[in-house]
């Protein structure tokens, strides 16, 4: 079975991917493409998972990731062992062959280029790290490597739909306390209790930035089991862990 790959024409011919969880080696209840150590699977099949993922993006790339903590930071790529990840939510590099790495289980994952600065961006972005500015985070480091926020387009993955995402009104209130007009990623569900549109708001974070251009996938981890990998729906089945996805971007040489 061959990898389950998405890719976004706003990208256009950057190496990138946002991976599903088909065409991978995991057994068990995390089977397919999971490419997460912390998920308790056997350390030999993720690095095999994550070494066809390399494959089909940018064959023979370093691939770079930090240890995602739901917060706000980005950083700079770097040459990094497994053990000594920075803790970080983003990263950046204009750096040809290298692969920027990001994990999610339905958080957004979120992939930035400038093509004409020839720098790319990676972000985890679940709702404490959207609120927080992760995605702004990110627009500004790669400004800081010759990015122009006005030729950035970005891209935002397979995440929680609305649908599925249901919250409480403490969640909800968060968002309105930092502003109000957020109450329009939030609607009734069929229980009466607030849904929230995460990749709505993560689009809405994108543009207020003022980059080029975004796109968002419309792809819920929740609704399809044999595709995707969802931390919510294993929680909800009982499950003892969940796979993880990854989201990849880099630069050609």
Do not use: K
């Not at 990840?85 to 590099?93: F, I, N």
């Not at 600065?117 to 990110?138: F, P």
């Not at 010759?146 to 909800?172: H, L, M, N, T």
Request: net charge negative; charged share 20%; hydrophobic share 40%.
């Amino acid at each position: 079975m061959s990898v389950a790959l998405f890719r976004s024409p706003v990208l256009g011919a950057m190496p990138h991917g946002f991976f599903g969880r088909s065409g991978g080696v995991s057994a068990g209840a995390m089977w397919g493409l999971n490419a997460g150590y912390g998920s308790g699977d056997d350390p030999a099949a993720i690095a095999e998972n994550r070494r066809r993922a390399i494959e089909a993006v940018l064959p023979g790339a370093q691939l770079t990731t930090v240890h995602q903590v739901h917060g706000a930071q980005c950083v700079e790529a770097g040459d990094w062992p497994e053990p000594e990840r920075p803790r970080a939510d983003a990263l950046v590099t204009d750096r040809p062959g290298l692969l920027l790495g990001i994990l999610t289980a339905d958080c957004a994952p979120v992939l930035l280029a400038d093509p004409d600065a020839r720098v790319v961006g990676a972000a985890h972005a679940g709702w404490r790290g959207a609120l927080g500015g992760i995605t702004e985070s990110t627009i500004a480091a790669m400004e800081r490597l010759g990015a122009r926020r006005e030729r950035i387009c970005a891209a935002v993955g397979p995440c929680i739909g609305q649908d599925s995402y249901e919250v409480d009104e403490a969640f909800r209130a968060r968002f309105l306390e930092q502003d109000a007009a957020n109450d329009r990623f939030f609607t009734a569900g069929p229980a009466g209790r607030p849904h929230f549109h995460l990749s709505g708001y993560v689009r809405h974070r994108l543009l207020g930035a003022g980059i080029g251009a975004v796109e968002t996938l419309r792809l819920d981890t929740y609704c399809d089991p044999d595709l995707f990998y969802s931390y919510r729906r294993s929680t909800h089945r009982g499950e003892p862990s969940y796979g993880r996805h990854i989201s990849m971007i880099g630069l050609v040489a």
